[in-house]
């Protein structure tokens, strides 16, 4: 069982490198954002059309952004955790 464990949190750990290698670049009507499949955002630049527009807009906007960004973040997890687990559904996981 040892052994078991040890493979398991071997595996876990090369998931962890794995999803942290997987960055995704999200573009949402004016917001750029970089965020790696462990939800980790790694930059956000707004565009200058988008600082034209009012606080409120562009409050409303980041947030959508943020919202996509990490939605496409958390299915990139699934899809490596499914492999993790050879298609087996673990709750937290």
Same mark, same amino acid.
């Given at each position: 069982?040892?052994?078991?464990?040890?493979?398991?949190?071997?595996?876990?750990?090369?998931?962890?490198?794995?999803?942290?290698?997987?960055?995704?670049?999200?573009?949402?009507?004016?917001?750029?954002?970089?965020?790696?499949?462990?939800?980790?955002?790694?930059?956000?630049?707004?565009? +200058?059309?988008?600082?034209? +527009?009012?606080?409120?807009?562009?409050?409303?906007?980041?947030?959508?952004?943020?919202? +996509?960004?990490?939605?496409?973040?958390?299915?990139?997890?699934?899809?490596?955790?499914?492999?993790?687990?050879?298609?087996?559904?673990?709750?937290?996981?």
């Amino acid at each position: 069982m040892a052994k078991e464990a040890m493979a398991m949190k071997s595996k876990i750990g090369e998931m962890n490198k794995a999803l942290r290698a997987n960055i995704l670049d999200i573009d949402y009507k004016g917001v750029k954002i970089k965020v790696n499949a462990k939800n980790e955002f790694i930059s956000i630049v707004l565009s +200058e059309d988008l600082l034209k +527009e009012g606080k409120e807009k562009i409050e409303k906007i980041l947030l959508n952004a943020l919202n +996509e960004a990490s939605n496409k973040s958390q299915a990139a997890m699934a899809q490596e955790a499914k492999k993790l687990t050879g298609g087996m559904d673990i709750p937290g996981m």
